[in-house]
Protein backbone atom coordinates (compact mmCIF):
# COMPACT_ATOMS: atom_id res chain seq x y z
CA UNK A 1 0.00 0.00 0.00
CA UNK A 2 0.99 3.71 -0.61
CA UNK A 3 1.34 5.36 3.08
CA UNK A 4 3.61 8.97 4.03
CA UNK A 5 6.66 7.38 5.48
CA UNK A 6 8.32 9.77 8.41
CA UNK A 7 12.23 7.88 8.67
CA UNK A 8 13.00 9.66 11.61
CA UNK A 9 12.27 12.11 13.98
CA UNK A 10 13.14 15.90 12.68
CA UNK A 11 10.25 17.49 10.58
CA UNK A 12 6.86 17.20 8.56
CA UNK A 13 9.12 18.07 5.69
CA UNK A 14 10.67 14.74 5.23
CA UNK A 15 7.83 12.70 4.88
CA UNK A 16 8.24 10.62 2.22
CA UNK A 17 5.24 9.06 0.11
CA UNK A 18 6.79 5.54 -0.14
CA UNK A 19 5.24 1.65 -0.50
CA UNK A 20 5.00 -0.73 2.77
CA UNK A 21 3.30 -3.95 2.99
CA UNK A 22 -0.24 -3.96 3.70
CA UNK A 23 -1.21 -4.19 7.68
CA UNK A 24 -2.46 -7.63 9.17
CA UNK A 25 -5.14 -7.42 11.44
CA UNK A 26 -3.63 -8.99 15.22
CA UNK A 27 -6.50 -10.54 17.35
CA UNK A 28 -8.89 -7.94 17.91
CA UNK A 29 -7.94 -5.71 15.73
CA UNK A 30 -9.59 -4.43 12.19
CA UNK A 31 -7.45 -3.15 9.04
CA UNK A 32 -9.23 -0.27 7.39
CA UNK A 33 -8.98 1.05 3.83
CA UNK A 34 -8.87 4.40 4.74
CA UNK A 35 -11.37 6.94 2.79
CA UNK A 36 -10.56 10.06 4.54
CA UNK A 37 -7.68 11.04 7.23
CA UNK A 38 -7.55 14.20 9.53
CA UNK A 39 -4.24 16.21 10.52
CA UNK A 40 -3.77 17.63 14.17
CA UNK A 41 -0.86 19.52 15.40
CA UNK A 42 0.45 16.89 17.52
CA UNK A 43 1.57 14.75 13.92
CA UNK A 44 3.88 17.65 13.64
CA UNK A 45 4.90 17.51 17.10
CA UNK A 46 5.52 13.72 16.72
CA UNK A 47 7.63 14.48 14.04
CA UNK A 48 9.94 16.98 15.46
CA UNK A 49 10.23 14.76 18.52
CA UNK A 50 8.09 17.22 20.46
CA UNK A 51 5.82 14.49 21.76
CA UNK A 52 6.07 11.27 24.30
CA UNK A 53 5.66 8.57 21.58
CA UNK A 54 8.27 5.92 21.07
CA UNK A 55 7.15 4.31 17.16
CA UNK A 56 9.31 2.31 15.12
CA UNK A 57 10.70 3.93 12.05
CA UNK A 58 9.66 4.27 9.65
CA UNK A 59 6.61 5.30 11.42
CA UNK A 60 3.23 6.62 9.99
CA UNK A 61 1.74 9.71 11.32
CA UNK A 62 -1.93 10.29 11.29
CA UNK A 63 -4.86 10.36 14.38
CA UNK A 64 -8.20 10.18 12.63
CA UNK A 65 -9.40 8.60 10.02
CA UNK A 66 -12.79 6.74 8.60
CA UNK A 67 -12.74 4.27 6.24
CA UNK A 68 -14.73 0.24 5.31
CA UNK A 69 -13.01 -2.68 7.21
CA UNK A 70 -11.42 -4.93 5.24
CA UNK A 71 -9.88 -7.72 6.97
CA UNK A 72 -10.79 -8.75 10.62
CA UNK A 73 -8.29 -10.25 13.15
CA UNK A 74 -9.28 -13.58 15.49
CA UNK A 75 -11.77 -13.14 17.62
CA UNK A 76 -13.33 -9.86 15.98
CA UNK A 77 -17.30 -10.23 15.92
CA UNK A 78 -18.34 -6.21 16.19
CA UNK A 79 -17.64 -5.60 13.04
CA UNK A 80 -16.89 -7.42 9.81
CA UNK A 81 -15.50 -6.80 6.30
CA UNK A 82 -17.57 -3.59 4.26
CA UNK A 83 -18.61 -1.70 7.68
CA UNK A 84 -17.68 1.78 7.48
CA UNK A 85 -15.87 2.85 11.14
CA UNK A 86 -14.28 5.91 12.52
CA UNK A 87 -11.22 5.44 14.60
CA UNK A 88 -11.99 7.39 18.51
CA UNK A 89 -8.22 8.83 19.80
CA UNK A 90 -6.38 5.80 20.65
CA UNK A 91 -2.71 4.96 19.69
CA UNK A 92 -2.82 4.84 15.99
CA UNK A 93 -0.35 7.19 14.96
CA UNK A 94 1.49 7.55 17.77
CA UNK A 95 3.09 4.41 18.75
CA UNK A 96 1.61 2.49 15.81
CA UNK A 97 1.12 3.00 12.80
CA UNK A 98 -1.23 5.83 11.40
CA UNK A 99 -3.99 6.66 9.04
CA UNK A 100 -1.93 9.02 6.26
CA UNK A 101 -2.06 5.26 4.48
CA UNK A 102 -3.87 3.35 1.83
CA UNK A 103 -4.82 1.05 4.79
CA UNK A 104 -4.76 0.56 8.55
CA UNK A 105 -5.53 -1.30 11.60
CA UNK A 106 -6.95 -0.23 14.68
CA UNK A 107 -7.91 -1.92 18.02
CA UNK A 108 -11.71 -2.77 16.95
CA UNK A 109 -12.42 -1.06 20.98
CA UNK A 110 -11.31 1.97 19.12
CA UNK A 111 -13.89 1.91 16.61
CA UNK A 112 -17.60 3.09 16.18
CA UNK A 113 -20.30 3.66 13.32
CA UNK A 114 -20.32 6.82 12.35
CA UNK A 115 -22.93 9.04 12.50
CA UNK A 116 -25.62 8.55 9.80
CA UNK A 117 -26.22 12.44 9.04
CA UNK A 118 -22.39 13.67 8.69
CA UNK A 119 -20.68 13.04 5.25
CA UNK A 120 -17.60 10.82 5.70
CA UNK A 121 -15.19 13.82 5.49
CA UNK A 122 -16.89 15.92 7.92
CA UNK A 123 -16.48 12.93 10.32
CA UNK A 124 -13.46 12.00 10.05
CA UNK A 125 -11.55 14.54 12.09
CA UNK A 126 -14.29 14.37 14.59
CA UNK A 127 -13.15 12.20 17.68
CA UNK A 128 -9.99 13.51 18.55
CA UNK A 129 -10.80 17.40 19.15
CA UNK A 130 -14.21 16.65 20.60
CA UNK A 131 -12.90 13.78 22.91
CA UNK A 132 -10.44 16.63 23.60
CA UNK A 133 -13.00 19.92 23.93
CA UNK A 134 -15.29 17.39 26.40
CA UNK A 135 -12.19 16.66 28.17
CA UNK A 136 -11.56 20.49 28.75
CA UNK A 137 -14.84 21.26 29.46
CA UNK A 138 -15.96 18.37 31.99
CA UNK A 139 -11.78 18.18 33.89
CA UNK A 140 -13.82 20.11 36.77
CA UNK A 141 -16.67 18.28 36.60
CA UNK A 142 -20.09 18.98 35.19
CA UNK A 143 -19.68 23.02 35.47
CA UNK A 144 -23.58 24.92 35.91
CA UNK A 145 -23.92 27.17 32.81
CA UNK A 146 -21.52 29.64 33.15
CA UNK A 147 -18.85 31.60 30.68
CA UNK A 148 -16.19 29.42 28.72
CA UNK A 149 -13.44 31.28 26.87
CA UNK A 150 -11.82 29.77 24.26
CA UNK A 151 -8.25 30.68 23.08
CA UNK A 152 -7.62 29.80 19.40
CA UNK A 153 -11.29 29.14 18.80
CA UNK A 154 -11.35 29.09 15.11
CA UNK A 155 -8.80 25.42 15.61
CA UNK A 156 -9.92 21.96 15.68
CA UNK A 157 -10.41 21.37 19.21
CA UNK A 158 -11.36 25.53 19.36
CA UNK A 159 -14.73 24.96 17.16
CA UNK A 160 -15.39 21.51 19.01
CA UNK A 161 -15.06 23.57 22.82
CA UNK A 162 -17.83 26.50 21.29
CA UNK A 163 -20.30 23.64 20.32
CA UNK A 164 -20.07 21.38 23.10
CA UNK A 165 -20.08 24.46 25.66
CA UNK A 166 -23.18 25.90 24.00
CA UNK A 167 -25.22 22.68 23.93
CA UNK A 168 -24.23 22.77 27.93
CA UNK A 169 -25.62 26.03 27.84
CA UNK A 170 -22.63 28.07 28.71
CA UNK A 171 -22.05 31.32 26.91
CA UNK A 172 -18.98 31.03 25.02
CA UNK A 173 -16.29 34.13 24.59
CA UNK A 174 -13.87 33.14 21.48
CA UNK A 175 -10.54 34.73 20.90
CA UNK A 176 -8.99 34.50 17.02
CA UNK A 177 -6.87 36.74 15.12
CA UNK A 178 -8.69 36.62 12.11
CA UNK A 179 -11.68 38.92 11.46
CA UNK A 180 -13.56 36.46 8.77
CA UNK A 181 -13.22 33.52 11.68
CA UNK A 182 -14.18 35.65 13.88
CA UNK A 183 -17.61 35.97 12.32
CA UNK A 184 -18.16 32.24 11.76
CA UNK A 185 -17.42 31.95 15.29
CA UNK A 186 -20.21 34.25 16.36
CA UNK A 187 -22.29 32.31 13.64
CA UNK A 188 -21.59 29.78 15.31
CA UNK A 189 -23.11 30.84 18.62
CA UNK A 190 -20.00 32.75 20.21
CA UNK A 191 -21.35 35.64 22.10
CA UNK A 192 -18.44 37.53 21.62
CA UNK A 193 -15.25 37.06 19.39
CA UNK A 194 -12.04 39.32 20.12
CA UNK A 195 -8.34 39.84 18.75
CA UNK A 196 -5.09 38.28 21.26
CA UNK A 197 -3.71 41.05 19.27
CA UNK A 198 -5.81 43.70 20.48
CA UNK A 199 -4.14 45.15 23.21
CA UNK A 200 -7.67 46.01 24.73
CA UNK A 201 -9.60 42.30 24.63
CA UNK A 202 -9.15 41.80 28.28
CA UNK A 203 -11.25 44.95 29.12
CA UNK A 204 -13.79 44.75 26.21
CA UNK A 205 -14.19 41.32 27.64
CA UNK A 206 -15.11 42.02 31.08
CA UNK A 207 -17.11 45.10 29.72
CA UNK A 208 -19.13 42.35 27.51
CA UNK A 209 -19.81 40.15 30.09
CA UNK A 210 -19.90 42.51 33.07
CA UNK A 211 -21.40 41.62 36.23
CA UNK A 212 -20.55 37.87 35.35
CA UNK A 213 -16.65 36.62 34.66
CA UNK A 214 -15.38 33.63 33.12
CA UNK A 215 -15.68 30.82 34.78
CA UNK A 216 -13.57 28.27 32.83
CA UNK A 217 -11.21 28.75 29.69
CA UNK A 218 -9.85 26.74 27.40
CA UNK A 219 -6.40 27.18 26.22
CA UNK A 220 -5.04 26.01 23.24
CA UNK A 221 -2.47 28.86 22.87
CA UNK A 222 -0.43 29.20 25.85
CA UNK A 223 2.44 31.84 25.48
CA UNK A 224 2.10 35.58 26.83
CA UNK A 225 -1.36 35.61 26.16
CA UNK A 226 -1.59 33.49 29.25
CA UNK A 227 -1.73 35.60 31.49
CA UNK A 228 -3.85 37.81 30.11
CA UNK A 229 -6.45 34.85 30.16
CA UNK A 230 -5.78 34.50 33.89
CA UNK A 231 -7.18 37.83 34.17
CA UNK A 232 -10.57 37.07 32.77
CA UNK A 233 -11.68 34.48 35.44
CA UNK A 234 -13.86 35.29 38.38
CA UNK A 235 -13.82 33.87 41.67
CA UNK A 236 -12.53 30.01 41.75
CA UNK A 237 -12.67 30.54 37.67
CA UNK A 238 -10.44 26.92 36.10
CA UNK A 239 -8.28 26.82 33.12
CA UNK A 240 -7.95 23.79 31.60
CA UNK A 241 -4.70 23.60 29.69
CA UNK A 242 -4.88 21.96 25.85
CA UNK A 243 -2.18 23.37 23.54
CA UNK A 244 0.80 25.62 23.35
CA UNK A 245 0.69 26.72 19.73
CA UNK A 246 2.38 29.89 20.75
CA UNK A 247 4.76 27.89 23.13
CA UNK A 248 5.80 28.44 26.90
CA UNK A 249 4.25 31.03 29.06
CA UNK A 250 7.33 33.61 29.34
CA UNK A 251 6.09 34.65 33.01
CA UNK A 252 4.28 33.17 35.20
CA UNK A 253 3.35 34.53 38.63
CA UNK A 254 1.36 32.30 41.38
CA UNK A 255 0.04 35.22 42.84
CA UNK A 256 -2.30 35.92 40.52
CA UNK A 257 -4.05 32.29 41.00
CA UNK A 258 -4.42 33.43 45.13
CA UNK A 259 -6.92 35.98 45.58
CA UNK A 260 -9.54 34.23 43.35
CA UNK A 261 -8.84 30.68 44.24
CA UNK A 262 -7.96 30.13 40.56
CA UNK A 263 -7.29 26.21 39.21
CA UNK A 264 -5.29 25.22 36.54
CA UNK A 265 -5.23 21.37 35.17
CA UNK A 266 -3.86 19.37 32.24
CA UNK A 267 -5.64 18.10 29.80
CA UNK A 268 -4.76 14.93 27.91
CA UNK A 269 -6.96 13.40 25.43
CA UNK A 270 -4.89 9.81 25.26
CA UNK A 271 -5.68 9.72 28.98
CA UNK A 272 -9.33 8.25 27.81
CA UNK A 273 -9.42 4.65 28.16
CA UNK A 274 -10.91 3.28 25.16
CA UNK A 275 -14.47 2.84 27.45
CA UNK A 276 -13.97 6.18 28.62
CA UNK A 277 -13.74 7.22 25.17
CA UNK A 278 -16.88 5.59 23.26
CA UNK A 279 -19.00 7.20 26.84
CA UNK A 280 -17.90 10.41 26.17
CA UNK A 281 -18.78 9.94 22.11
CA UNK A 282 -21.80 8.29 22.80
CA UNK A 283 -22.55 12.05 24.91
CA UNK A 284 -20.95 14.32 22.41
CA UNK A 285 -23.16 13.05 19.86
CA UNK A 286 -26.18 13.75 21.95
CA UNK A 287 -25.00 17.15 22.44
CA UNK A 288 -24.56 17.84 18.83
CA UNK A 289 -27.54 16.57 18.16
CA UNK A 290 -29.64 18.52 20.52
CA UNK A 291 -28.31 21.36 19.33
CA UNK A 292 -28.35 20.53 15.33
CA UNK A 293 -24.39 20.89 15.24
CA UNK A 294 -22.01 19.40 13.69
CA UNK A 295 -18.47 19.02 12.78
CA UNK A 296 -16.67 22.11 10.67
CA UNK A 297 -14.03 21.03 7.69
CA UNK A 298 -11.75 23.58 6.51
CA UNK A 299 -10.72 22.21 3.35
CA UNK A 300 -9.79 18.78 2.08
CA UNK A 301 -6.29 17.77 0.50
CA UNK A 302 -5.48 15.23 -1.92
CA UNK A 303 -3.37 12.10 -0.31
CA UNK A 304 -0.52 12.95 -2.12
CA UNK A 305 -0.77 16.54 -0.78
CA UNK A 306 0.12 16.23 2.84
CA UNK A 307 2.62 18.44 3.03
CA UNK A 308 0.44 21.45 1.70
CA UNK A 309 -2.39 19.87 4.40
CA UNK A 310 -0.06 20.79 7.22
CA UNK A 311 0.95 23.96 5.96
CA UNK A 312 -2.85 24.79 6.24
CA UNK A 313 -2.74 23.74 9.17
CA UNK A 314 0.12 25.92 10.33
CA UNK A 315 -1.56 28.99 9.01
CA UNK A 316 -4.49 28.23 11.02
CA UNK A 317 -7.60 26.57 10.20
CA UNK A 318 -11.49 27.43 10.50
CA UNK A 319 -12.38 23.53 11.85
CA UNK A 320 -9.97 20.17 10.66
CA UNK A 321 -8.08 19.79 7.78
CA UNK A 322 -8.40 16.59 6.08
CA UNK A 323 -6.86 14.28 3.55
CA UNK A 324 -8.81 12.34 1.11
CA UNK A 325 -6.94 8.99 0.84
CA UNK A 326 -8.92 7.08 -1.11
N1 LIG B 1 -3.89 18.05 25.40
C1 LIG B 1 -4.50 17.31 24.47
O1 LIG B 1 -4.94 16.16 24.70
C2 LIG B 1 -4.66 17.89 23.09
C3 LIG B 1 -5.57 17.34 22.18
C4 LIG B 1 -5.75 17.98 20.95
C5 LIG B 1 -5.00 19.11 20.64
N2 LIG B 1 -4.08 19.57 21.53
C6 LIG B 1 -3.29 20.78 21.25
O2 LIG B 1 -4.18 21.89 21.31
C7 LIG B 1 -3.74 22.90 20.40
C8 LIG B 1 -4.89 23.24 19.47
O3 LIG B 1 -5.16 22.14 18.63
P1 LIG B 1 -6.10 22.33 17.37
O4 LIG B 1 -6.24 21.00 16.73
O5 LIG B 1 -7.30 23.09 17.72
O6 LIG B 1 -5.15 23.29 16.46
P2 LIG B 1 -5.52 24.07 15.14
O7 LIG B 1 -6.65 23.40 14.46
O8 LIG B 1 -4.23 24.28 14.42
O9 LIG B 1 -6.10 25.50 15.63
C9 LIG B 1 -5.50 26.31 16.51
C10 LIG B 1 -6.00 27.77 16.37
O10 LIG B 1 -5.26 28.55 17.28
C11 LIG B 1 -4.95 29.81 16.74
N3 LIG B 1 -3.50 30.02 16.85
C12 LIG B 1 -2.53 29.31 16.27
N4 LIG B 1 -1.33 29.80 16.63
C13 LIG B 1 -1.56 30.83 17.46
C14 LIG B 1 -0.73 31.76 18.13
N5 LIG B 1 0.61 31.70 18.04
N6 LIG B 1 -1.32 32.72 18.88
C15 LIG B 1 -2.66 32.82 18.97
N7 LIG B 1 -3.50 31.96 18.32
C16 LIG B 1 -2.94 30.98 17.58
C17 LIG B 1 -5.42 29.81 15.29
O11 LIG B 1 -6.61 30.59 15.26
P3 LIG B 1 -6.69 32.07 14.61
O12 LIG B 1 -5.86 32.04 13.37
O13 LIG B 1 -8.16 32.20 14.33
O14 LIG B 1 -6.22 33.00 15.66
C18 LIG B 1 -5.75 28.36 15.01
O15 LIG B 1 -6.89 28.23 14.16
C19 LIG B 1 -2.51 22.33 19.72
O16 LIG B 1 -1.36 22.76 20.44
C20 LIG B 1 -2.67 20.82 19.90
O17 LIG B 1 -1.46 20.13 19.85
C21 LIG B 1 -3.90 18.98 22.75
Keep these: MKAWLLDSLGSIENLRLGEVPDPTPAPGEAVLDVEYAALNPADRYLAEGQYPAKPTFPHILGRDGIGAVSAVGQGVITVKPGDRRLILRSDVGVNRPGTFAQRVAVPVESLVAPPARWPAQQAAGAPLVYLTAH ?3 TNWGDLPPGVVLITGASGGVGVASLQL ?3 MLHKV ?3 SRDPI ?3 KLSDLGASLVVDPNDGQWVRKVKEHLKPQRVDLAIDNVGGA ?3 QVIETLGE ?3 VSCVGRLAGPVPEFNTAALFFRRLRIGGIMVGAYA ?3 SRAAWDRILALLDETDAAPIVDSVHPF ?3 KQAFAQLARGPMGKVVLKVS
Design 304 to 306: DQL
Design 173 to 175: VGL
Design 225 to 227: LFN
Design 236 to 238: HGR
Design 165 to 167: ARA
Design 135 to 137: QAL
Design 274 to 276: PAE
Design 181 to 183: KSQ
